[in-house]
């Protein structure tokens, strides 16, 4: 079975502080995203990577950074936290011969006070 | 992108098959159907995709009309677990997609006792 893993489901933390958000896909992908979910504003892409140490940005890249050292692994970074970046997080990843047929990650719900 | 409307919730009952239906009149030639759902606090699921041949899977069929200008999605017999937002994005799906989804506010389909 296909998987998409994030490392916290939940997780709070303070307003300046530098936080990580792992995504680890088993399914030997080369593309993988970084969505976030807001009520009403549906999912908007930060950041997506099409091959290990390469990333491109998306809608709303301000405030976030990546980094993808291996094939499996996708990483954001908030560099100092703030509190309008209180979200639901959301890794994706596909193939690049079918790059809308996106496997999703369980989502971190991020709340930054 | 061709915009598609969907309505905003439906009901169904256990056991009979649900049918979400999802308006593309804008449609090109060579834009994919794709449907999504997202369970309450997960991440969103693929579900299908088609061109404009119909397509089944283990999850779901897609019916495209003959002008692909609509679509629909059959569960065939719903569950209380395929309680959900359904989502159809339309996307060009060719080598070098950016392959940003973008969801809609989709259909909230409650499956009932």
């Known amino acids: 079975d296909v998987k998409v893993t994030q490392s916290s489901r939940y997780l709070v933390k303070r307003t300046g502080e530098k936080v990580f958000l792992e995504c680890v896909q088993d399914m030997d992908h080369e593309n993988m995203f970084w969505y976030r979910q807001d009520p009403g504003l549906g999912l908007r892409l930060i950041y997506f990577s099409y091959d290990v140490k390469m990333k491109e940005k998306g809608d709303i890249p301000e405030g976030y950074s990546v980094s993808r050292e291996k094939k499996e692994r996708f990483s954001l970074i908030l560099e100092s936290a703030s509190t309008n970046q209180t979200s639901m997080y959301l890794c994706?990843?596909?193939?690049?011969?079918?790059?809308?047929?996106?496997?999703f990650g369980p989502g971190t719900r991020l709340t930054v006070t | 992108d061709a915009k598609t409307t969907q309505p905003t919730s439906m009901d169904c009952a256990e056991g009979r098959a649900a049918n979400l239906p999802c308006n593309h009149s804008?449609?090109?030639?060579?834009?994919?159907v794709y449907w999504y759902r997202q369970i309450h606090s997960q991440g969103p699921q693929y579900i299908i995709h088609g061109l404009k041949n119909n397509e089944t899977n283990e999850m779901a069929s897609l019916i495209i009309t003959e002008d692909r200008k609509s679509s629909t999605l059959i569960l065939p017999h719903a569950t209380l677990r395929d309680t959900a937002v359904y989502y159809c994005i339309v996307r060009v799906d060719e080598g070098g997609s950016q392959g940003n989804l973008i969801f809609g506010k989709g259909t909230k389909l409650s499956v009932k006792p």
């Open positions: 804008t449609i090109s030639g060579n834009e994919y």
């Open positions: 994706a990843s596909s193939s690049p011969d079918r790059p809308y047929e996106q496997y």
